[in-house]
């Protein structure tokens, strides 16, 4: 009778467990999903325009092109693009940000469900990827490729993990390469930094150092590649590129825009290093320096010194010299985009991206129950206590310039 009793008790344990473990993947499916879903009904999805229409333009027929691979595979369904074709495959790619972003946040909630401090922190943190300017509402209805680099790599972190598909995630990390080369400075960090943490985990296997060295190298050479590609196309001058690529666009290009574009390939493929540099300066430092300082200090150094003080807390709790390397390289990890900053003028969205980074290395962290991450937040924790108005007003601080 005990025995009995005992097993259906524990069937019913193990039937709750499987329950909420379903939710934990089922909530963010239905938010995010649902948000996505509003956005289409409400018909918020764009076509591809501006600079970023040639990235559905581009083929390989004149030889290898960066960011060239989504218009290369237009290429083989159909001849021409139009404006309704762009749209529907930006929508596909928001579609697949969606799903890997859902199932990444269903995983660390999954595995912190027995844990209701770990899992707070994952919520939290969840929560505030979704909700930054530049997050996931702004790449749902935006046109340019930043959403499907970041679907990649997120499917890449969550395959990460498993036993046998984790052979997949180099695949993914040449495909997002492929897709744009920028991937290297933004989301590539994520899925390094986790390829590297499960090297080390799994007590250095040769399976996952295999996975983590074929990444890196074909990541690394591919980029390089894409920069040295650049400049072999074989085009005499900026208004033939345009006229090459063009003729597929089924639509039309004012003037102005077909300025635009040769003036953008002018720079691209065209200027030497000389001139791409004293076109950044003209940038930052003659025409929008004063909005790049304003970013830089009241956005990237207060959150780049918190993030550091974490890491470098995590650095201390840990008595591994390998795991402490792991940490070091989360806290550097925003001078990997720094170069980029200064190369293409957007530096608040680079913030955001090398931002999510830090945040889902935090998920991911603490959805592997490491010692040194999950003591840290209870450092912080018990500090915020003891120094709540301070906290309060750091938190007000945030929000109003970071988050809002």
Known sequence: MNLQSTNKFAFFTEKHRKLVTFL???????????YLVSIILRGLTIPATGYYL???LYTYDHGFVARGFVGEAISWFFDTVSDKLTEQVSTLFAVLLTVSLSLCIGKALSKTKDKPEHFFIVA???????????????YCIDDRMD??????????????????????????????????????????????????????TSNFSLKNGI????????????????????KKLGFESPNEMVDFYFS??????????YNTFVNGWLVDYFEDAAGIIEFCHQLYFSDNGSAFVIDLIFLMIPTYTLTSLFWKSCIKVSDNKFHRFIFFLCAISPIV???????ILQ??????????????????????????????????????????????????YFLSVVIL
């Open 24 to 34: 934990c993947y089922l909530v963010p499916f239905a938010v995010l999903g649902g």
């Open 337 to 343: 985009y720094f170069p980029i900053v200064f190369l």
């Open 248 to 257: 597929r666009y089924d639509g039309t290009i004012s003037e102005t825009l």
């Open 124 to 138: 939290v943190l969840s929560i505030l990827i979704c909700i930054c300017p530049v997050g996931f509402p702004h």
């Open 147 to 200: 959403k499907l680099t970041w679907a990649l790599a997120l499917f890449g972190v969550f395959l990460a993990g498993k036993k046998y598909a984790i052979w997949l995630v180099p695949a993914l990390c040449v495909l997002a390469t492929l897709v744009n080369p920028v991937f290297l400075f933004t989301s590539m960090i994520l899925t390094s930094i986790i390829l590297l943490y499960n090297f080390y």
């Open 54 to 56: 040639i990235q559905y």
């Open 347 to 396: 530096s608040s969205k680079y913030f955001y991206n090398n931002l999510f980074v830090q945040m889902a290395l935090m998920i991911f962290f603490v959805s592997q129950n490491d010692c040194a991450v999950t003591d840290t937040f209870k450092k912080a924790f018990e500090w915020i206590k003891n120094h709540l108005i301070i906290s309060v007003c750091a938190a007000i």
């Open 211 to 230: 996975v983590c060295a074929v990444s890196y190298i074909s990541m690394i050479a591919l980029g390089l590649y894409s920069l040295i590609s650049e």
